[in-house]
């Protein structure tokens, strides 16, 4: 795959950029941004080799779509309607129904492949790609089975020189549990970090009193609004059910402290501990 064209060349485009180029210097890279700004710093990091738009993509070997879910949506159907017949589309979205939905009877399905990287940081641009990004990282797969076997080995081959671990999954179970461990996450550090700024306008002091263990449970409170908004909005039903049953658990711990059983809350917590063990596995 020599003529690439990564659409977003950001935090998670741009990665993808570093490592592509590294595996494979004979690539061509090429940026496609709706700000200009975006790919003059792109080039100026090289990150791409070249500047280009959507009516340069009929040239593409692969194409990498890494924008805002909602932007996708509307936007890959074009796509697909201006690759050559040859070529590979993946995108990098965190929701996948909305995705996979509104492809579903394109003429090019095949040409498509939906992916989800588990990868990132709470930085967002072009200065925020890093090099080995991917390595150990999980990458969801959905409805593999869509997509032509040739470009499936591609695209496969593609994900192993960049260290990504596979899983395979359906679009609907993919946003249900994304909604728990990563969306539902987001919104308790912006809403945490809503919650410390209102009252600091009446206590100045109270960030001089903030240690590690607030610094890293707000980080993603840095996380793009731009990015967040469309994730939440293409996932909605997801996030609300998460929500509801954050907020519960919430209320509950708060009755518990009115009654002062803290032999109950510290029950709640010491059954919670567990999840060190989960995460150990994880990593």
């Not at 949506?73 to 990098?92: E, G, N, S, Y």
């Not at 009877?105 to 588990?118: T, V, W």
């Not at 359906?170 to 308790?188: G, R």
Request: proline share 4%; aromatic share 6%; charged share 25%.
């Amino acid at each position: 795959m020599k003529n690439i064209y990564i659409i977003g060349v950001g935090l998670i485009g741009g990665s993808l950029a570093i490592d592509i180029k590294k595996n494979n210097p004979n690539a061509v890279i090429h940026g496609i941004s709706r700000k200009e700004t975006t790919l003059d710093e792109a080039l100026a990091l090289n990150l791409i080799d070249k500047k280009a738009t959507l009516d340069d993509i009929d040239k593409a070997d692969l194409v990498i779509i890494s924008i805002p879910v909602d932007a996708t949506v509307k936007l890959l159907p074009t796509i697909l309607d201006k690759i050559p017949d040859t070529a590979l589309v993946i995108d990098a979205g965190s929701t996948k129904v909305g995705i996979c939905k509104v492809v579903e009877n394109h003429p090019k399905r095949r040409n498509f492949l939906a992916m989800h990287p588990i990868a990132g940081t709470e930085h967002s641009g072009p200065s925020a790609a890093i090099e080995g990004l991917f390595v150990g990282k999980t990458n969801i797969i959905c409805e593999v089975e869509k997509t032509a076997f040739k470009l499936q080995e591609n695209a496969l081959e593609l994900f192993k020189t960049l260290g990504m671990r596979i899983r395979y999954m359906n679009p609907e179970a993919h946003d249900k549990h994304i909604a728990y461990v990563s969306h539902l996450s987001h919104i308790s550090s912006f809403m945490l970090g809503k919650t410390v700024i209102d009252k600091e306008r009446n206590e100045r002091d109270i960030f001089d009193m903030a240690g590690s263990g607030f610094a890293s449970t707000v980080r993603l409170a840095k996380s793009s609004p731009e990015m967040w908004t469309p994730i939440f909005k293409q996932n909605k039903d997801n996030v609300i059910e998460t929500l509801e049953e954050y907020i519960n658990n919430l209320t509950h711990f708060k009755d518990l402290m009115k009654q002062d059983d803290f032999d109950a809350i510290f029950n709640e917590m010491k059954n919670t501990n567990y999840i060190k063990d989960i995460l150990k596995g994880i990593a």
